[in-house]
């Protein structure tokens, strides 16, 4: 009954995230919510990226560390958790596996999740750093736009929700 609860065709793809604790919490709520995979995509300080005004705390997330383990409930031992070195390639790798890829963001484009075609077997979702959000190369590279509809005040969800 388990397996059969997990998305095999969704993928969480987290751009240049920041904080290990937050990457844990995504990586938790994602096995809670049956998705097998995350990617964690980190273009360094070489591609003009947002994280190049954090220089001085960026560094890639380490799967193990104990701010990951703690966060993620361990899930990391057993979700497939991968790192790519740029948002290009990760963009093309899935395209290339025939993926939707979608990216959380509020544009002129966007549209609400709740009116957003989700039946595709393979989907993409992108979501940007705590900082900055998804790069204009991640939003332009994806499928469709789509924000999270807010109720309150706040127009934003952090990156661990």
């Avoid at 097998?36 to 591609?47: K, P, S």
């Avoid at 193990?64 to 790519?84: F, G, I, N, P, Q």
Wanted: proline fraction near 1%.
């Amino acid at each position: 009954a388990l397996v059969k609860s997990k998305h095999d065709g969704l993928v969480v793809v987290l751009e240049d995230p920041y904080d290990e604790g937050n990457a844990g919490a995504v990586i938790r709520s994602c096995d809670a919510f049956g998705v097998t995979e995350v990617w964690f995509v980190h273009n360094g300080l070489d591609e003009g990226t947002s994280m190049r005004k954090h220089v001085e705390r960026y560094e890639e997330m380490d799967i193990d560390s104990t701010d990951m383990m703690k966060a993620s409930s361990s899930a990391t031992r057993w979700m497939v958790c991968r790192t790519l070195r740029s948002t290009q390639h990760a963009l093309d790798e899935l395209r290339g596996m025939e993926y939707r890829q979608f990216a959380t963001c509020f544009t002129e484009k966007s549209v609400s999740l709740y009116q957003t075609d989700l039946t595709s077997k393979k989907m993409a979702l992108w979501v940007g750093n705590e900082f900055e959000g998804l790069s204009k190369l991640a939003i332009e590279g994806c499928d469709v736009e789509l924000f999270i509809p807010m109720r309150g005040m706040i127009q934003s969800l952090n990156l661990s929700v």
